[in-house]
């Protein structure tokens, strides 16, 4: 392919891979990206149509003044952030370049700015895509720096020819191909290695701007029953919980659930949890907030937790947590152990440890809830709107010879996950308030309906309850040791209030027997499990895990010169130590000057020999100095006619000085001798 | 001690220099930029191109060190530089390399002159040198006075691979030259219309008109020469041998010491070295003689070479000829009558 041409098209797909960031980090959408496709092909097409006149200038200037118009305007006044008006600014400012192209100089041009696409995509994208864009774009741009350099000198030298012909002919193959690929990967792997050791040592100071994400219903302060209808149908991976304990296995974890947010009150239609007292929490130095304290009623277990771009402000972990590390400055916590995070940036990657209950385990000793639960309290969690009396005798038959109300909460859970059934479709039947449709009409839901169901009509019979929103534990990915949660994976259960236990959670929502197990396929898992890495190692790659991975190569390194050493007692003695020492210097010193990279080049031409210079020394007293243009053989035959009787000694000493300066051989010993001999002749008095 | 001068002389005098070029300064520019976005932002995608940027410039270097390493330069200057007139120097990029080819390199002309160029004249790009090759380059370059002239020199450059940054190697072809005066053609009737001259029969062979000698013909004789009369008698091929023409054996005189006038100085000396380079091309003995500035009688291009010398190098405030001691033949020689040319150096 002639050069020009493959300059041409690697910088069209440049281009193109810009366009693909911009579009994975939604700066724009499907259709804009389609149009700007388009524009770049017919910009490839347009260099023929202008060369046979077909498009007038003042015509293409007339649209280019237009654009520039509405590009301003856009940049000042129509675009949703600074960011994207930027974008549609260098969109514009690379389709300029392509269109009115006169030279490799706009092409290169264009090329250059397309990374300026990926900047503006790397503000605010964590896909795992941008990596396919970054690696081929890196590919991409080395080849074309190679080819627009070697293009260029080409027209600069004008060789052979015409400068405007001779890149076409050049044809672009064979060796500098493979040095291009060899450049590329070196460039990608040194990337790669950069990006690990650059030290992490700022502070986010300037947020650009993370995007939000969807919107999702049922994680808000106010939840209609029912909203988790329209997203437990779809399976996007909303979170993965890597789990850091190695040694922990899933299956130890039974009813492992990630709680976001819990409501107290009810109104009949909507739970919701505005009036709950709620206080600031500060980070502390150490950059974590502590939010509870171990009760010692299970296993600690440590998440870091990956969330993709969420419309809540819920920060999701399993129940109970107890630390949490974020890079938010600040945390929100109700007093129900609810915690939310403004920042949706800093929600995207944090770390809980969190004191899972294993159900039936005693606390442990001084770890009893430590305040009795005062009678407003009390009164606040069995606050019912007023409600249709069946649901308080359902309730009271249900309950009927409990002895406690863990039994109660258990009777009612049981009764509700073998008597009715869960169900996606949530369409209204009667004008009967929701519940009651649900309890006495179709006796259908979701698992709203299961856990306000439970909560009311324990409430009604005075056992206090809460409903906890959140997220199933997911599928375990066992390539990459996480939990993989799905949007659809949203659920909602009840928090029972058990004196001397406090809050334990009941679910009875029989969903697990409704939903058909999908099991995701191999090829799925290592896509996510890729994706997860992407997310634990690039994206969220920090001070941290830099310390750790240092540390990591200490610890290795001293492993193996323990495991080197031999015998195992053996210590290198101060003397041998110095020798060796010693014995490496001078050998690198010899090299170094060998291979004239430290020391001053001692080839042949480097200075005059010292018995020359003293010769001519010894002549310059007698008013004999070499011309400035005479060479050393003419000063010779000038000397043998001034002073005759020293004509024989500088005659030799002439011919040693010429082999020991331009020869490539040393002089031998005996040469040496008969030159300092021929030296004494020279001094000798006449 | 030494390794701490060596050190320091390879500090300053390192062997390659580097300098972005107006690419190479944005490539730096951005990677800043970013690298300050980056940090403020703590985006770790940020980071991603900053890491691209730095790799970028450090295979840049890698590579470009790559195609420089092994490449010797080595200039050819010509044995006779005359001033004024355009002198074809050369270089030889000798990669001595074992296995890699070196691209991309630029043989860049470092003379003042040179500057004024258009960058193909200045530049000569080389596309690549393979491993164990040579490649020889050359250039005109008109130097514009007489005297010692230190060449400016060349030096081997590249941009590759990216065109980010120029690396340069150590100049070559920076030897000192002596550059003989500006010389004109002198036509053989103008040198026959100058001065008054004395002949003398010289009996030697040389390129004039009187029979020096036959002989048998050799390959490689002029057929032109062959005497048929003789070659009739013999029965072999014989060649007519000339004799020399001695006729013009001059002996140049420069008078005055051109303390007067520059202009006139330098138009003398020129002069004289225009006829001593077309009496020596014609076959004629010349010496030259002036104020501090001897060369005695002699021949053929080693003489001219001397007189050139002496002509290039000399000075109104310390004149000094460079004359090699004549031979005993051409001292023998000298007592024949010369004709003598005088030229006024003002």
């Known amino acids: 392919m002639p050069a020009l041409l493959a300059l041409r098209l690697v910088t069209y797909l440049m281009v193109c891979t810009g366009v693909a960031a911009l579009y994975l980090a939604n700066l724009i959408g499907a259709a804009g990206a389609v149009l700007v496709v388009l524009a770049i092909l017919v910009s490839?097409?347009?260099?023929?149509?202008?060369?046979?006149?077909?498009?007038?200038?003042?015509?293409?200037?007339?649209?280019?003044?237009?654009?520039?118009?509405?590009?301003?305007?856009?940049?000042?006044?129509?675009?949703?952030?600074?960011?994207?008006?930027?974008?549609?600014?260098?969109?514009?400012?690379?389709?300029?370049?392509?269109?009115?192209?006169?030279?490799?100089?706009?092409?290169?041009?264009?090329?250059?700015?397309?990374?300026?696409?990926?900047?503006?995509?790397?503000?605010?994208?964590?896909?795992?895509?941008?990596?396919?864009?970054?690696?081929?774009?890196?590919?991409?741009?080395?080849?074309?720096l190679i080819l627009n350099h070697v293009v260029t000198e080409l027209e600069q030298a004008g060789w052979p020819g015409d400068a405007a012909t001779v890149a076409r002919r050049v044809f672009f193959r064979g060796p500098l191909t493979q040095v291009s690929l060899v450049a590329a990967a070196i460039t990608l792997a040194l990337a790669a290695g950069l990006f690990f050791v650059i030290p992490r040592v700022g502070q986010a100071a300037l947020p650009l701007r993370a995007s939000i994400g969807r919107m999702v219903t049922g994680f808000s302060d106010n939840v209609d029953l029912g909203s988790f209808g329209d997203i437990e149908s779809d399976r996007s991976v909303v979170m993965r919980v890597y789990l850091a304990d190695e040694g922990l296995d899933p299956t130890t974890l039974p009813g492992l659930r990630w709680r976001g947010v819990v409501f107290d009150q009810f109104d009949g239609r909507t739970w919701s949890s505005v009036a709950a007292p709620r206080r600031y929490m500060q980070r502390t130095v150490a950059g974590d907030f502590g939010v509870g304290l171990p009760r010692g009623t299970g296993p600690m277990v440590r998440q870091e937790?990956?969330?993709?771009?969420?419309?809540?402000?819920?920060?999701?972990?399993?129940?109970?947590?107890?630390?949490?590390?974020?890079?938010?400055?600040?945390?929100?916590?109700?007093?129900?152990?609810?915690?939310?995070?403004?920042?949706?940036?800093?929600?995207?990657?944090?770390?809980?440890?969190?004191?899972?209950?294993?159900?039936?385990?005693?606390?442990?000793?001084?770890?009893?809830?430590?305040?009795?639960?005062?009678?407003?309290?009390?009164?606040?969690?069995?606050?019912?709107?007023?409600?249709a009396p069946e649901i308080a005798r359902l309730a009271r038959e249900v309950t009927a010879g409990s002895v406690d109300a863990e039994a109660a909460a258990g009777r009612i859970s049981a009764h509700l996950s073998t008597n009715y059934r869960y169900t996606l479709a949530l369409k209204r039947q009667t004008a009967l308030a929701p519940l009651e449709e649900f309890l006495f009409v179709r006796r259908s839901g979701n698992c709203e309906y299961f856990a306000a169901a439970m909560a009311v009509m324990l409430r009604s019979v005075g056992v206090p309850a809460r409903v906890a929103a959140g997220f199933q534990q997911g599928e375990w990915n066992q390539y990459g040791r996480y939990f993989m949660v799905r949007l659809s994976d949203a659920h909602a259960w009840v928090e029972v209030y058990l004196d001397g236990r406090g809050w334990v959670a009941f679910d009875p929502s029989p969903r697990a027997e409704a939903e058909t197990e999908e099991t995701p396929g191999r090829l799925s898992l290592y896509l996510d499990a890729a994706r997860m890495r992407w997310y634990r190692y690039v994206v969220n790659w920090s001070l941290r895990d830099q310390v750790q991975l240092a540390a990591s190569f200490h610890r290795q390194a001293t492993d193996a010169r323990v495991a080197l050493a031999w015998p195992r007692d053996w210590r290198v003695s101060p003397a041998v130590g110095t020798g060796a020492g010693l014995a490496v210097v001078v050998a690198l010193v010899w090299w170094l000057g060998r291979h004239g990279h430290v020391l001053p080049r001692s080839g042949p031409t480097a200075r005059i020999p010292a018995f020359y210079e003293r010769a001519l020394r010894l002549l310059a007293r007698r008013g004999l100095a070499p011309g400035v243009a005479e060479t050393a053989r003419q000063f010779a035959s000038r000397v043998g006619e001034r002073t005759p009787d020293r004509a024989a000694a500088f005659d030799r000493l002439t011919g040693y000085y010429e082999r020991a300066r331009f020869g490539d051989a040393a002089l031998s010993e005996a040469e040496r001798q008969d030159a300092l001999r021929s030296l004494a002749a020279l001094n000798a008095r006449s | 001690m030494t390794l701490v001068r060596a050190a320091l002389w390879r500090l300053f005098h390192p062997r390659r220099t580097i300098k972005p070029t107006r690419d190479g300064w944005w490539c730096l520019l951005v990677a800043v930029g970013l690298g300050v976005a980056a940090i403020n932002t703590g985006n770790n995608l940020l980071y991603l191109l900053v890491s691209a940027l730095l790799a970028l410039i450090v295979v840049s270097g890698i590579l470009s060190e790559q195609s420089m390493r092994g490449l010797d330069l080595t200039g050819v200057a010509p044995d006779e530089i005359y001033a004024g007139q355009p002198a074809l120097l050369g270089a030889t990029i000798a990669n001595r390399k074992g296995w890699f080819t070196s691209y991309s390199v630029t043989?860049?002309?470092?003379?003042?002159?040179?500057?004024?160029?258009?960058?193909?004249?200045?530049?000569?790009?080389?596309?690549?040198?393979?491993?164990?090759?040579?490649?020889?380059?050359?250039?005109e370059e008109t130097l514009p006075r007489r005297g010692r002239h230190r060449l400016t020199g060349v030096r081997i450059t590249t941009r590759f691979p990216f065109g980010l940054f120029v690396k340069a190697a150590r100049p070559a072809l920076t030897e000192e030259v002596v550059v003989f005066p500006a010389v004109r053609p002198v036509s053989a009737e103008s040198l026959r219309r100058l001065g008054e001259s004395g002949e003398a029969s010289a009996r030697r062979r040389g390129r004039g008109n009187d029979l020096y000698n036959l002989r048998g013909y050799r390959a490689g004789d002029d057929p032109r020469f062959i005497h048929w009369r003789s070659s009739a008698k013999t029965e072999g091929l014989m060649v007519r041998e000339l004799e020399a023409d001695t006729s013009q054996n001059t002996r140049l005189v420069l008078v005055g010491r051109g303390r007067r006038g520059a202009e006139a100085l330098e138009r003398g000396l020129s002069e004289a070295a225009s006829l001593a380079v077309a009496l020596v091309r014609a076959g004629a003995g010349v010496e030259l003689a002036g104020p501090d500035c001897e060369v005695p009688l002699g021949h053929g291009r080693a003489h001219l070479r001397r007189m050139l010398t002496a002509l290039a190098l000399y000075d109104t405030e310390a004149p000094r000829a460079v004359p090699a001691p004549p031979s005993g033949a051409e001292a023998r020689r000298s007592h024949f009558p010369l004709r003598e040319i005088r030229i006024a150096l003002a």
């Open chain 1, 305 to 387: 937790i990956y969330l993709e771009p969420l419309g809540s402000d819920a920060v999701f972990a399993a129940p109970r947590a107890v630390r949490l590390e974020m890079r938010s400055p600040t945390l929100v916590v109700d007093d129900m152990g609810g915690l939310t995070v403004s920042d949706s940036g800093a929600r995207l990657h944090y770390v809980v440890e969190s004191e899972i209950d294993t159900p039936g385990r005693p606390l442990g000793a001084g770890h009893r809830p430590s305040v009795v639960m005062t009678a407003a309290e009390r009164a606040r969690y069995l606050q019912l709107p007023p409600l």
């Open chain 2, 107 to 139: 043989v860049e002309l470092l003379a003042p002159e040179a500057r004024a160029l258009e960058s193909t004249s200045r530049f000569i790009y080389v596309r690549r040198v393979e491993a164990g090759r040579e490649r020889l380059v050359t250039w």
């Open chain 1, 44 to 144: 490839w097409g347009h260099e023929h149509a202008r060369e046979r006149g077909a498009v007038r200038p003042a015509l293409g200037w007339s649209l280019v003044a237009a654009a520039a118009v509405a590009i301003a305007i856009d940049l000042f006044y129509l675009a949703y952030s600074l960011l994207d008006g930027m974008v549609h600014l260098l969109l514009f400012l690379i389709l300029l370049r392509l269109f009115a192209r006169r030279g490799l100089r706009d092409l290169r041009d264009a090329g250059l700015l397309s990374f300026f696409m990926l900047v503006a995509a790397a503000s605010i994208s964590f896909s795992l895509g941008f990596l396919l864009v970054y690696i081929t774009f890196l590919l991409l741009g080395t080849w074309m």
